[in-house]
């Protein structure tokens, strides 16, 4: 059984920064591709970026580019995301997700492993 706890939303001012932690309690936690999805409200679930198991590949959804940036860190079983030039258009509901099989994929439904979500809330 996979578990995945986020963390490090909260509000902050337009241009801000955060930066989100997903701990997964499982073990053998490189075997795992990891991403980020982002949920408004009265939207649906959209892919923010992607890492791979050995975390040298990375991949971003157009909004995310040049703004955040993936990470992992297989010796704590966390993986991060760092948002920079925050915008109001970022408030969301963010969630790390986790699969053994697929890697990069933007579809929701790819994943089998999922957190709680933590709340990004950016303010103008």
């Known amino acids: 059984q996979v578990q995945l706890v986020e963390s490090g939303g909260g509000l902050v001012q337009a241009g801000g920064s955060l930066r989100l932690s997903c701990a997964a309690s499982?073990?053998?936690?490189?075997?795992?591709?990891m991403a980020w999805f982002r949920q408004a409200p009265g939207k649906e679930r959209e892919f923010v970026a992607a890492?791979?198991?050995?975390?040298?590949?990375?991949d971003y959804a157009d909004s995310a580019k040049g703004r955040f940036t993936i990470s992992r860190d297989n010796a704590k079983n966390t993986v991060y995301l760092q948002m920079n030039s925050l915008k109001p258009e970022d408030t969301a509901v963010y969630y790390c997700a986790a699969d053994e099989v697929i890697y990069g994929s933007t579809r929701p439904g790819a994943y089998d492993y999922w957190g709680q979500g933590t709340q990004v809330t950016v303010s103008s």
């Open positions: 499982v073990r053998g936690f490189s075997a795992f591709a």
């Open positions: 890492v791979s198991r050995s975390g040298g590949t990375t």
